[in-house]
């Protein structure tokens, strides 16, 4: 097989997180909660700061990189919401406790942590951006993901590289 791209360990745990905006979204249909809960995004904004700290990465570059990880999940489960009240669509059954899908993408958050710490002397080079790149169309191609999964994925990965592109 062919090499793996160098940030696909990190791509793949993003596509890992944003799978499960899937699984939320049916809960949150099932028990008619609301997408958007600020609470535990700032319980997630405050750990993974904590999780920066403890591998010396900025708090505030990771929080950015989490800002996106959350909107990402959103986009996600309003564009389902959206399907599902079509007439005639109807949302896979679901168990309306948050709980286990929430324990698995507080598991999702560290490796997500444990990668950017990984690729910390990449994210601030030029190499980022085209790696980044392969990494996110071999992750999103493995996972099968949709059009739909595949423009999350990308917002997921917005902020990731520190190097800016664009001309000035
Ligand atoms: C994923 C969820 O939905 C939204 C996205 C969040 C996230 O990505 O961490 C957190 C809270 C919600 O605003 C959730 O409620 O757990």
Request: charged share 20%; hydrophobic share 45%; proline share 7%.
């Amino acid at each position: 097989a062919a090499p793996a791209p160098a940030m696909s360990g990190l791509t793949d745990a993003i596509a890992g997180r944003l799978a499960l905006a899937d699984a939320v979204a049916a809960s949150k249909w099932a028990s008619g909660a609301a997408i958007d809960d600020p609470a535990r995004e700032q319980v997630v904004l405050d750990t993974v700061s904590q999780l920066a700290l403890d591998r010396d990465l900025d708090p505030g570059y990771v929080r950015g990189v989490f800002r996106d990880q959350i909107e990402a999940s959103k986009t996600v489960q309003r564009r389902l919401f959206a399907q599902w009240r079509l007439p005639g669509q109807t949302a896979p059954p679901a168990t309306p406790d948050l709980g286990p899908v929430r324990a698995a993408i507080n598991e999702l958050n560290v490796a997500i942590v444990d990668e950017l710490a990984a690729s910390r002397d990449i994210v601030t080079t030029l190499r980022c951006p085209p790696e980044l790149t392969v990494s996110t169309a071999q992750t999103a191609a493995d996972a099968g993901f949709d059009p739909l999964h595949v423009a999350a994925l990308v917002q997921a990965g917005a902020s990731v590289c520190t190097v800016s592109t664009g001309s000035s």
